[in-house]
C-alpha cells in the first residue's frame, strides 16, 4: 500500500516533471542547469519506479501467499467443527451409556436386597423346620419307649400265658366239665373279639387313610409335622400292638382331642388335613369327606379315586356354606 501511494505520489511529480520539461523545452537556453537537475530527479525516480513496481509485486505475491493459507486455515476450520461435532455426538453416547450403566447398577441393587431378603426368610424357616425336627425327634424318642414298655409287658404277658398253659395241661384231666363250660365262654369271648378286631381294623384303616393325607399336607401345605410324625408312630404301635385295648382308646382319644381343638366338629373334618371343615362332594359316590384345600391337593397329586370307597371320581362339586 505503501508503494502504492508512493507510485501515485510519483506519477503526480513526473506530470509536474513532464511539464517543467516542456517549459524546460521552451527554456532550454535559459534553464540548462535546472534540464540537468531534472533529468538527474527523473532518473532517480524512475529507479524509484522500479524499486516500488518491484515491492508492488512483492506485496501480490504476499497477498496470494496469504490467500492460500487463509484457505488452508478455513479447511482446518471446517475440519475441526466436524470433528467438534463428532467428539459432542460420542459425549451424547457416552452420557447415554452412563445413564443405562447406573440404571443396571441401581437395579441390580434392588435385586441384591431382595435377595438378601429371601434368604433372611429362608433362615428363619429353617430355624423353624430344625426346631419342629428336634421336637418329631422327641415326640419319637417318647413314643419308643413307650413301645420298649409295652414290648415289656406283652412279654410278661407271654411268660404269665405260658406258665397258665402249663396249669391248664395239668388241671385238663380232672376238670373236663370245667372246660366244657370255659370252651363256651371262651367262644361268646372270641365272638366279642372278633368283633372288637374288625372294629379295630376299621379304625385302623381310617388312621392310615389319616396319615398318609396328613403326610402330604405337611409337606405340601405345612401342616405341623410333629401331628404327622405323632400319626405315623401310633399307626406302627397300632400295628404291633393292636390287641391292646386300652392303649388303642387312649391313642383314639387323643387324636379325637387333637381334632377337636382346630374348631372343627369331628363328624365334619377333612379326613386329610383333619382341621378344615369338609366342603366338597366326590360324584358319583356322594361322599363328602375333604375340604377344598386338600380337594386342590389331591387332584394335582393324580388321585382319581374317592379316599373314603375308593371308587372312581367324574366330578368335584364344592359345596357353599358347609359351616352353615
Known amino acids: 500500500m505503501q508503494a502504492a501511494r508512493r507510485l501515485g505520489k510519483d506519477k503526480a511529480e513526473l506530470k509536474s516533471l513532464r511539464q517543467e520539461k516542456e517549459e524546460v523545452e521552451r527554456l532550454k537556453k535559459e534553464k540548462i542547469t535546472l534540464e540537468e537537475n531534472t533529468m538527474k530527479k527523473l532518473s532517480e525516480m524512475d529507479n524509484a519506479l522500479c524499486k516500488a513496481s518491484g515491492q508492488v509485486e512483492k506485496a501480490n505475491s504476499a497477498v496470494r501467499r496469504l490467500e492460500v493459507e487463509n484457505a488452508a486455515l478455513r479447511q482446518e476450520m471446517e475440519a475441526a467443527k466436524l470433528r467438534a461435532a463428532e467428539s459432542a455426538a460420542s459425549c451424547q453416547e457416552v452420557s ?6 447406573l440404571m ?49 409287658s406283652k412279654e410278661e404277658l407271654l411268660e404269665q400265658a405260658t406258665s397258665i398253659r402249663k396249669e391248664r395241661e395239668q388241671l385238663e384231666a380232672s376238670a373236663k366239665f370245667k372246660e366244657d363250660q370255659i370252651k363256651l365262654k371262651a367262644e361268646s369271648n372270641l365272638q366279642k373279639l372278633k368283633d372288637d378286631i374288625r372294629n379295630l381294623d376299621k379304625e385302623i384303616s381310617q388312621l392310615r387313610l389319616k396319615s398318609d393325607s396328613s403326610k402330604i399336607a405337611a409337606l405340601r401345605r405345612g401342616v405341623d409335622g410333629s401331628y404327622a410324625s405323632k400319626v405315623t408312630d401310633i399307626e406302627n404301635i397300632l400295628d404291633q400292638k393292636g390287641s391292646q385295648m386300652p392303649y388303642i382308646s ?27 371343615e369338609m366342603s366338597v362332594v366326590f360324584l358319583p359316590c356322594a361322599h363328602q369327606v375333604v375340604c377344598r384345600t386338600c380337594n386342590e391337593l389331591h387332584e394335582k397329586q393324580g388321585m382319581k379315586d374317592c379316599p373314603s370307597c375308593r371308587s372312581p371320581i367324574q366330578w368335584r362339586i364344592s359345596v357353599r356354606y358347609a359351616r352353615s
Open 96 to 101: 447415554k451409556r452412563e445413564k443405562k450403566t
Open 104 to 152: 443396571k447398577f441401581q437395579s441390580w441393587e434392588k435385586q441384591k436386597t431382595l435377595f438378601n431378603e429371601e434368604l433372611v426368610t429362608e433362615k428363619r424357616k429353617l430355624k423353624q423346620l430344625l426346631q419342629e425336627l428336634e421336637q418329631a425327634k422327641d415326640l419319637k424318642e417318647q413314643l419308643e419307649a413307650r413301645w420298649q414298655q409295652e414290648e415289656k
Open 250 to 276: 387312649e391313642v383314639v382319644k387323643d387324636l379325637h382331642d387333637y381334632s377337636e381343638t382346630g374348631g372343627v366338629k369331628r363328624e365334619r373334618e377333612c379326613v386329610m388335613c383333619l382341621s378344615e
